[in-house]
């Protein structure tokens, strides 16, 4: 029996595949915390979400940023963290 060789990745391919990273692009940090792109555009633009460093001037959000924002979340059925300039419904 013959062994069929490996295909070779192209370096970046492979990189990407194998290369622990600790700064992640938008498209990343939103997958990485499980939410929409635009959802979590918009909360870094309200500051709610991290907000991200700029590196050799490349965007980039820190995975540990985002673990300690995931981790501040509520958990269902948790009393909701209050929102700055929002105004209580009346009842």
């Known amino acids: 029996m013959s062994r069929q060789p490996t295909p070779r990745l192209p370096w970046r391919e492979l990189r990407k595949r194998t290369q622990p990273r600790r700064g992640l692009a ?14 979590f555009a918009r909360a870094v633009t309200r ?13 980039v959000w820190d995975i540990a940023d985002l673990d300690d924002y995931i981790e501040q979340q509520p958990k269902r059925g ?3 963290k209050k929102r700055p300039g929002l105004i209580a419904p009346r009842i």
């Open 47 to 59: 500051h709610e979400a991290p907000q991200p460093k700029v590196i050799l001037g490349q965007t």
């Open 78 to 80: 948790d009393q909701p």
């Open 26 to 39: 938008l498209r990343e940090a939103a997958l990485y915390v499980g939410i929409n792109v635009r959802k």
